[in-house]
């Protein structure tokens, strides 16, 4: 059985940072792409950012390009979402994915319960 448990959030001021984790089960595969989205009030799901399972490449969305840093320790099972500069804007519950079913942008299979940032002015 697969799970995602994410940890790390809590309230940060403007320009602050926070690192969110996401620990997996060891059923989730190396090779799997992984991903964090976000979700504030009243918005849809967003991608934040991903890293393949193959070569750990980065992607970002243009928001988090500069800010946000996705990595992963494969000994650890974990993945990672270092932000820095953190603004209002990123106030959200943060969830991590696993398994991509349209592409590491898209829908995942398995998702975490989530994990709630607050960024103070």
């Known amino acids: 059985q697969v799970q995602l448990v994410e940890s790390g959030g809590g309230l940060a001021q403007a320009g602050g940072s926070l690192r969110l984790s996401c620990a997996n089960s060891g059923f989730v595969r190396n090779l799997w792409d992984m991903a964090w989205f976000r979700q504030a009030p009243g918005k849809e799901r967003e991608f934040v950012a991903a890293?393949?399972?193959?070569?750990?490449?980065?992607q970002y969305t243009d928001s988090a390009k500069g800010r946000f840093t996705i990595s992963r320790d494969r000994a650890k099972n974990t993945m990672y979402l270092q932000m820095n500069n953190l603004i209002p804007e990123d106030t959200a519950t943060y969830y991590c994915a696993a398994y991509p079913t349209t592409g590491v942008r898209g829908e995942y299979r398995f998702w975490g319960q989530g994990t709630q940032v607050t960024v103070s002015s």
């Open positions: 890293i393949t399972g193959t070569d750990d490449s980065p």
